[in-house]
């Protein structure tokens, strides 16, 4: 939209977004939750990208608290070079330069800050971090593109950091090998397609196989699904359409009405391999994502029989493995298609699972599974927590709650309806499962008073 701009004087309000003086020789006294540092001085406080504490450093005010940085005079002795060329243009990452520790340490200070703020708790004993690759190890990734029609230009990459712009890199330092092999054969065919014109993001994940997603506008004509289908047993992939509406399911380029057993994707839990379809939840690190199961079940120490209940169960992640280990499991999630390949993944190992869809924000009254009886209770909700559902939990009074967190504020509000209710935090892991990022996942074990 154009502009239009007067010749008037300027006046109070013409002169209110006149970009403010620059600040000069700050001291940096710490890093936020977003991973941003923090300068308090006589015109209040700042967040800057980039900046780490003890720092001494130029900035530019933007808005109301946020700064770019400009200049660092005194470097921090955990600051280092980013591995990454396109670090600072990209916004996938925030913290590559901060120090491995010193991000590890960081995550686990946030989640000790929230839990005391709003729960009033430490955890009586934190393990040690649990850890794996720092770099290469994100198994999903999620791709923007736009199509210039009138030049003839395809854009394919990443969003930089709250912008629409994109980055186009060759290569991501924090993906699977897997997944930057696919980068520059996408760019080179999506061009030729008629389908680029009406082409949303990609989606790329390497589980037990390889697949892409394309989210479409349209269904694509014979010769897109052709040239698509060639692509595919060029590069050992699998194709998935998500065409129309965004609730509309993703279909297998090869079926597009009905998936079969074949073209499920499955990926590997503790001791299963487990089918699922694009859209659902799963975890960026495989590896790390099974060391974070055994840790959970250490924890809940599943015996023979013993009935549990997990909420926000998804496909089985920790369900069958729980099963497994000769629980009785009873499964809630919210998502219906999860719920039946859940049932599926239960069947192919031969345990006993009752599962069952709920919306586990809504009261629980209605539904039977919610008047029995259950020692243990493990649940792994979205960044959103439970803020409903963890009322319900402490009315059953389990005698042990194991909570996989991915949002500490959420997880320390949660917290706090536990502690209300009589239960302690027993032992808190951080499991560094977005290296680089300030993003965290926590695992905690929340035990009920004698």
Same mark, same amino acid.
């Given at each position: 939209m154009a502009q239009f701009y007067s010749s008037r004087k300027p006046g109070r309000k013409a002169t209110a977004h006149t970009k403010a003086p620059a600040l000069q020789q700050q001291l940096v006294v710490g890093l936020d939750h977003q991973g941003r540092g923090v300068v308090r001085g006589e015109r209040g406080v700042r967040f800057v990208r980039g900046a780490l504490p003890n720092e001494v450093i130029d900035l530019q005010p933007q808005g109301k608290y946020d700064a770019q940085l400009l200049r660092i005079h005194r470097g921090a002795d955990e600051r280092v070079d980013a591995p990454c060329k396109y670090y600072g243009e990209c916004g996938g990452c925030d913290l590559?330069?901060?120090?491995? &520790? $010193?991000? =590890?340490?960081?995550?686990? @200070?946030?989640? =000790?800050? #929230?839990?005391?703020?709003? *729960? !009033?708790?430490?955890?009586?004993?934190?393990?040690e971090p649990l850890t794996d690759q720092p770099l290469a190890y994100r198994r999903r990734l999620r791709l923007a593109t736009h199509w210039d029609a009138k030049r003839r230009r395809f854009q394919l990459g990443l969003r930089a950091q709250a912008s629409k712009t994109i980055v186009a890199m060759d290569n991501c330092v924090i993906a699977v090998p897997e997944l930057n092999e696919l980068l520059e054969p996408l760019r080179a065919l999506l061009p030729q397609l008629k389908l680029v014109s009406m082409l949303g993001h990609i989606e790329l994940l390497q589980t037990e196989q390889r697949l892409i997603v394309l989210r479409l506008q349209a269904?694509? +004509? +014979?010769? +897109? @699904?052709?040239?698509? *289908?060639?692509? $595919? /047993?060029?590069? !050992?992939?699998?194709?998935?359409?998500?065409? !129309?509406? &965004?609730?509309n399911v993703p279909t297998p380029l090869s079926c597009e009405k009905t998936a079969s057993e074949h073209s499920t994707p499955r990926y590997q839990t503790l001791g299963a391999e487990l089918d699922f379809q694009p859209g659902d939840f799963l975890q960026a690190q495989a590896t790390l994502s099974e060391k974070m199961v055994g840790q959970a079940l250490a924890w809940l120490d599943p015996q023979a029989g013993e009935a549990i209940l997990e909420l926000y169960s998804g496909s089985g992640n920790f369900t069958i493995p729980l099963a497994l280990a000769g629980a009785q499991i009873t499964a809630i999630e919210g998502v219906p298609s999860m719920v039946q390949r859940l049932q599926r993944n239960a069947e192919r190992y031969a345990v006993k699972v009752s599962a069952f869809h709920?919306? #586990?924000?809504?009261?629980? /009254?209605?539904?039977?599974?919610?008047?029995?009886?259950? @020692?243990?209770? #493990?649940? +792994? &909700?979205a960044r959103a927590g439970a803020p409903h559902a963890i009322r319900e939990v402490a009315k059953l009074q389990p005698q042990r709650i194991i909570y996989v967190s991915c949002a500490p504020d959420t997880l320390a509000r949660d917290a706090k309806v536990l502690v209300e209710s009589g239960y302690q935090l027993r032992q808190a892991q951080i499991i560094d499962m977005f290296p680089q990022t300030h993003h965290i996942e926590c695992l905690t074990w929340f035990e009920r008073e004698a």
């Amino acid at each position: 939209m154009a502009q239009f701009y007067s010749s008037r004087k300027p006046g109070r309000k013409a002169t209110a977004h006149t970009k403010a003086p620059a600040l000069q020789q700050q001291l940096v006294v710490g890093l936020d939750h977003q991973g941003r540092g923090v300068v308090r001085g006589e015109r209040g406080v700042r967040f800057v990208r980039g900046a780490l504490p003890n720092e001494v450093i130029d900035l530019q005010p933007q808005g109301k608290y946020d700064a770019q940085l400009l200049r660092i005079h005194r470097g921090a002795d955990e600051r280092v070079d980013a591995p990454c060329k396109y670090y600072g243009e990209c916004g996938g990452c925030d913290l590559q330069h901060l120090a491995l &520790p $010193a991000q =590890r340490q960081h995550k686990q @200070r946030v989640v =000790r800050e #929230l839990l005391h703020k709003f *729960a !009033g708790i430490d955890a009586q004993h934190w393990l040690e971090p649990l850890t794996d690759q720092p770099l290469a190890y994100r198994r999903r990734l999620r791709l923007a593109t736009h199509w210039d029609a009138k030049r003839r230009r395809f854009q394919l990459g990443l969003r930089a950091q709250a912008s629409k712009t994109i980055v186009a890199m060759d290569n991501c330092v924090i993906a699977v090998p897997e997944l930057n092999e696919l980068l520059e054969p996408l760019r080179a065919l999506l061009p030729q397609l008629k389908l680029v014109s009406m082409l949303g993001h990609i989606e790329l994940l390497q589980t037990e196989q390889r697949l892409i997603v394309l989210r479409l506008q349209a269904t694509p +004509d +014979d010769a +897109d @699904r052709q040239a698509l *289908a060639t692509f $595919a /047993n060029q590069h !050992g992939v699998q194709v998935w359409l998500h065409c !129309g509406a &965004p609730n509309n399911v993703p279909t297998p380029l090869s079926c597009e009405k009905t998936a079969s057993e074949h073209s499920t994707p499955r990926y590997q839990t503790l001791g299963a391999e487990l089918d699922f379809q694009p859209g659902d939840f799963l975890q960026a690190q495989a590896t790390l994502s099974e060391k974070m199961v055994g840790q959970a079940l250490a924890w809940l120490d599943p015996q023979a029989g013993e009935a549990i209940l997990e909420l926000y169960s998804g496909s089985g992640n920790f369900t069958i493995p729980l099963a497994l280990a000769g629980a009785q499991i009873t499964a809630i999630e919210g998502v219906p298609s999860m719920v039946q390949r859940l049932q599926r993944n239960a069947e192919r190992y031969a345990v006993k699972v009752s599962a069952f869809h709920a919306d #586990l924000e809504q009261n629980w /009254n209605t539904y039977p599974w919610a008047g029995q009886s259950y @020692r243990k209770v #493990l649940l +792994d &909700p979205a960044r959103a927590g439970a803020p409903h559902a963890i009322r319900e939990v402490a009315k059953l009074q389990p005698q042990r709650i194991i909570y996989v967190s991915c949002a500490p504020d959420t997880l320390a509000r949660d917290a706090k309806v536990l502690v209300e209710s009589g239960y302690q935090l027993r032992q808190a892991q951080i499991i560094d499962m977005f290296p680089q990022t300030h993003h965290i996942e926590c695992l905690t074990w929340f035990e009920r008073e004698a």
